[in-house]
């Protein structure tokens, strides 16, 4: 057991958080919300370092990478909230290549050359997937219809639907999509790949919430009222601890999920819809914290605490409703409500 | 990165788990409604085991178990609420003295400790300092080879089973608060020492003690003259290794899900079926994962060795304060019959959950409040400016 990066892992973490750093600052992140919330110049420089593709099978065209390792790579993604869908991207690639599709497809997405997402949510009777993940922008669009996984390729629209936290939702018509696998197996393979999009999902957010509190702990230290640094308050020390606290919980259990769901453990999906519900409340805590503890700037424009509290409200709204999500799990700890 | 326990681990737990099977009766647990969280048999049957002089560090010369190891034996015995308040102290109150202390300490109290023959309690707190812990009045003046010891120490848990108390005492008063303090080991049967039960709102019974002129030779001082602060560090970071406490729901969780199957409302439907009752029930069950995460992260730090500190006070500031929440829930999810005392034979399992109720607070101020916590996060791990002296 050991619940620190390995040597490989800490060098992996620096190298990406210097690129995310580098490539995805605020500014950045402003230019993106005006257009889809999708920075192409990011993505081709994510794809020039194999992210995209490093958790799939050498064989499909991939690194070959664990998703821990890609983990790591999320967790500096989320850290500075990069507008380029690495998650959604990342777990479809891989869900393509175990679900056997075309070989030409799954490479082309495992390079990144061609932009994948998955909706997570039902397929509509007209065949309609509404408020898709990276549905602006993605090539290539997996979703689960009735017994089936399905697969559709088109034109992104390029235009999201407008949203709180601008991202590059939107409408998707998958009455061509074509099936990759049925029953059983199209279950599992669908439920695998949302236990790791929920799973990367909450370690994003422990990104979001680490970062957004080290914002908190350096306004709080530099800002002085009544002579003394806000931060030598005991009543924003203690938000700031508890938020702390629960955000490194949150990282814990974060990492613990994706361990699990890499592993094949039978816990798995369970830890990882648990890790996002409480990575979501824990990163929406810690954003209203530093948020509340910037005062009036906090609600600026201008500062960029605002950029991470709309994401960590819409991060998780993206899988639909959170209480669905809890009652998804008590259906599977508690059995079925009775009729 | 891997959060899966090592095989051997789960080996472990299946032989504790057996264990407890075989020494851990249902009598055991009821008997702690006595107040005293302490079952004698069950003590000296763990330290036969060589578990407690297994959790004193192999350096000092105890057994060393294995941090990972340790965390599992911590996990199962409050999963089955055994009645272990004792093993922790005893555990800490060894490695103090092997660390600490001189040949006297070292050949008699330590082996009765570590055997499970004696218990220790901690004698930190005064009616007048709590978490303020270094500013202790009780006063230690020495008279030749001799000391004299005059003053009253506050929750002294355990203090009326125990056969010695780990005293803080005031050496000088005349320096700064840290630096004239002097740490005893002071055996509970000495002359001119009374011990006074304090009841709690959890039933739970602690002590006052008083010591009015009470004579003890320097064999039983704990570390040099002055310098009990240092001791005091040494106990806190033994403290971290056997503290436990990340548990605590588990049982009201399990009791909660019990009877919200076997309750049938005023409509006949069962609130299992309601939504906000599963609601309630699965966010619980994700703070125990939440507190499982800080538990296994914290031993396996300890077990590469690594020093770990304020996660410590996280997972005790998160365990406990998620505790009380869920308590409040599941009285409030019972209605009336969640008031039900188990003195009602109507009480859902002889009132568990009303009993929890009653207790979970203490486990916020026990052992470092969630203040001093909070303080403690804010200091050491955000490096925000110190609040106070």
Redesign the interface.
Known sequence: MRTRYSEDQQAVAEAFGDLFAREATPETVRAAEAGCGFDPGLWRKLVAAGAPGMAVPVTDGGGGASLVDLAVVVHEWGRRIAPVPLVEHAVCARLLGSAGAQRELVTAVSSGELIATLAPGPVGPDGTARLVPAGAVADVVAAKHGDNVVVARARPPGAARPNTADLPLADRDLSDAETLASGAAAAGAWDRALAEWKALMAVAYAGLAGEVLAMGVAYTKQRHQFGVPVGSFQAVQHGLADASTRSEGARLLAFRAVCAVDAGRADGARLASMALLFGAESGRFATDRVLQYHGGYGYSAEYDVQLYYRRAAGWLLQLGEPAAEVARLADADLGPKAA | ??????AR?EDFRAEVQQFLAEHLTGEMIAATRDGTIHSPALHRAIADRGWLSGAVPAELGGGGMDP?DLCVLLEELQLHQAPADALGVAVVAVSMILEHGRDHLRSTVAPRLMSGEALACLGYSEPESGSDVAAARTRAVRDGDRWVINGSKMWTTLAHVADYVLLLTRTDPDVPKHRGLTFFVVPLDTAGIEIQAVETMGNERSNATFYDDVVLGDEWRLGEVNDGWTVMKTALKYERGIAGGQFPSPPVIEAA?DWARRARRADG??P??D?EV??K???A???V???R??A??T???A??GAMFGV?GS?TK??ASESYKKHCAWFLDMMGAEGLLTHDDPGAHMDGLIEEHFRHAPVTAIYGGTS?I???L??EG?????R?RS
Request: hydrophobic share 50%; with cysteine; proline share 4%.
């Open positions: 990165m891997d959060f899966t326990m090592p681990a990972v899900v439907s069962r299992i079926d939504d599963r609601h029930l699965m966010r069950m994700i703070d994962e939440v507190c995460s800080f296994y992260h031993a396996a730090l077990s590469e996660e996280m500031l998160f203040e916590n909070r303080n996060v804010a791990w955000l490096g925000l400016p609040s």
